[in-house]
């Protein structure tokens, strides 16, 4: 296996009912996150991963703005995080802003440019996992005022920011992110959301 030795709340493998790839049944969002920096040539590798998403006819929407704890960048992207992310996510390593071109090359709409944007953080954070490292992804940011700060032009959409590093120990945490860090992972049943003939039947070799 893949996990690091940290104590048993943190390793939070995914409770699987079916064969599982170890990046995916490893793969959680920590709020916690360890001071030590994130080596160039791993978080060259999460980009590579996400390089190499699939894309709606290979247009490759995403852009990421890349911020490491100490440099200017870091500090820009603390001030566009909403409050109930910033006491933890603000200790992050690195923080990231993803963006989406949201206009193919022709200059039509590109309409499934945050899906493909969502595939390159995908296989980013799958990387990130085999590396023992954590992605916590987040909505609770600003996009308007990540666009005036960072001059992101029309076009361009940010989506989502992310939070990387090595996992932290829960006591870092205040009790209410501390309790959410030790909770275990839950997802809803295949029965509810995989279907055959009609709506809402659930397909038989599910069930």
Known sequence: MLV?????HMIKLA????ALHP?????????AFAPQPVEPQKLLSLLEAARWAPSSG??????FIVGMQGNATHARLVEVIKEGNLPWAAQAPVLMLTVARTT???GRPATHAFYD???AVANLTF???????????????EPEKARALFAIPDGFAPVTMLAIGYLGEPEMLDERNRERELTPRTRRPMSE???EETWGQVAEWVA
Do not use: C, Y
Not at 127 to 141: E, I, K, N, S
């Open 15 to 18: 409770a699987a009912d079916h």
């Open 4 to 8: 690091k030795e940290h104590n048993a």
């Open 117 to 119: 944007v969502g595939l």
């Open 127 to 141: 990387q990130a996992t085999l590396l023992d490292l954590f992605v916590h992804q987040m909505g609770g940011f």
């Open 104 to 106: 193919t090359s022709s």
């Open 58 to 63: 290979n247009g490759q929407p995403w852009h």
């Open 23 to 31: 990046a995916i049944q490893q793969r959680w969002s920590p709020r």
């Open 193 to 195: 959301f995989v279907f």
